[in-house]
Nanobody, 128 residues
Framework: QVKLVESGGDVVQAGGSLTLSCTVSGLQFDDYTMGWFRQLPGKEREGVGCVSRNAAITDYADGAKGRFTISRDTNAATSYLKMNFLHSGDTAMYYC?????????????????????WGQGTQVTVSS
């Protein structure tokens, strides 16, 4: 059974930082590109970015560039989303997902259709 479990969501003050984790089991972790998505209150889910199978390449949605960093640790079968300079507009449920591709770039990186497996999400709330 494939499981993706996000953790690390919290209430954080504006300007602060937070790192989310996504631990994967039930599949060969290094065969999958890992993506991160978020769903703001009342909005559709949107892509944040992704990291390639071998961790060498990352790509981000425009709103995430410069503030968010996605990484992965094969030994831990875990992907990470580090978020800096958080503001109220980052308040959302954050999801990780796995795609059976070596790499996804640009629109494919942030397209839900490219991803096969999903976690249940972890809530991030930024207080002002």
């Amino acid at each position: 059974q494939v499981k993706l479990v996000e953790s690390g969501g919290d209430v954080v003050q504006a300007g602060g930082s937070l790192t989310l984790s996504c631990t994967v089991s039930g599949l060969q972790f290094d065969d999958y590109t890992m993506g991160w998505f978020r769903q703001l209150p009342g909005k559709e889910r949107e892509g944040v970015g992704c990291v390639s199978r071998n961790a060498a390449i990352t790509d981000y949605a425009d709103g995430a560039k410069g503030r968010f960093t996605i990484s992965r640790d094969t030994n831990a079968a875990t992907s990470y989303l580090k978020m800096n300079f958080l503001h109220s507009g980052d308040t959302a449920m954050y999801y990780c997902a796995a795609a059976s591709a070596s790499i996804l770039l640009a629109k494919r990186c942030v397209s839900e259709a490219e991803y096969t497996y999903w976690g249940q999400g972890t809530q991030v709330t930024v207080s002002s």
